[in-house]
């Protein structure tokens, strides 16, 4: 069975898909997909951050924004958001997937907020942040694979 993986935030349009490529990078063997809680649906990615991300020499000129469903959270195996609020909404919509709602920076402890309408500089904080959450869930997850 594949392994699915959704990474939520608001409009998916800056840190979700952010989180989104930079997951998938380490995880090859897991489909992970990008979602917003409040999508602004077809919507391509914030200019910042495919800015933010062809630093990196990732590209994200195919993205488009997607409301999450209830098919796309039953399909994951794991979903991440971006704040404990976004935790409490997901949990409170689809109530079925508590356990499995955690905030992307959980391990690190704190919330990744929101950049958008901000200067460049908050799209590279951004990145910074979900570059250290997404090493701490790809090590764990890793981890825990190699001990199955």
Known sequence: MERCLLVLCTGNICRSPMAQVLLAQGLPDWTVESAGLGALTGAPAAPETVQALGELGAHLAEHRARQVDEAMVRR???????STAQKSEAESRF??????????????????????????????????????????????????????
């Open 95 to 148: 109530p079925w997937a508590r356990g499995r709602v955690f905030r992307i920076g959980h391990w690190d402890g704190y919330d990744v907020d929101d950049p958008y309408r901000r200067p460049f500089d908050a799209f590279v904080q951004v990145r910074s942040l979900l570059e250290a959450a997404t090493q701490s869930w790809k090590t764990r997850m890793g981890a825990s694979l190699n001990n199955t």
């Open 76 to 82: 994951a195996e794991l979903v991440l958001v971006m």
